[in-house]
């Protein structure tokens, strides 16, 4: 199995910026992508972005220009970077790591979510 822990959520004003940390830790072999995820009140969860082990990163139109992903998924760290932030940024952020073994998905593991919420 494979842990997920979060940190780095809380209450900014719109505009503001606040930067989220994510660790794996256990089984930790073959996780070859990190990234985040978020989820706001009666909305289904959503990539907003992701980091690869050859250090390629993919980002939802909406965060464009204001997130950031970083890290280094062989060390199992994956840092996203908030800045810019609207009300409507406001969600549960979920760290995610995916396991592939060759081109086979293995699966997907979640951290508990952070709260990030922005005042208008």
């Known amino acids: 199995q494979v842990q997920l822990v979060e940190s780095g959520g809380g209450l900014v004003q719109a505009g503001g910026s606040l930067r989220l940390s994510c660790a794996a830790s256990g089984s930790t072999f073959s996780i070859n992508a990190m990234g985040w995820y978020r989820q706001a009140p009666g909305m289904q969860r959503e990539l907003v972005a992701d980091i690869r082990s050859g250090g390629s990163t993919n980002y939802a139109e909406s965060v464009k220009g204001r997130f950031t992903i970083s890290g280094d998924v062989a060390k199992n760290t994956v840092y996203l970077q908030l800045n810019s932030l609207k009300p409507e940024d406001a969600a549960v952020y979920y760290c995610?790591?995916?396991?592939?073994?060759?081109?086979?998905?293995?699966?997907?593991?979640w951290g508990p979510g952070t709260q990030v919420t922005v005042s208008s």
């Open positions: 995610n790591a995916r396991r592939y073994v060759g081109s086979v998905y293995f699966g997907d593991y």
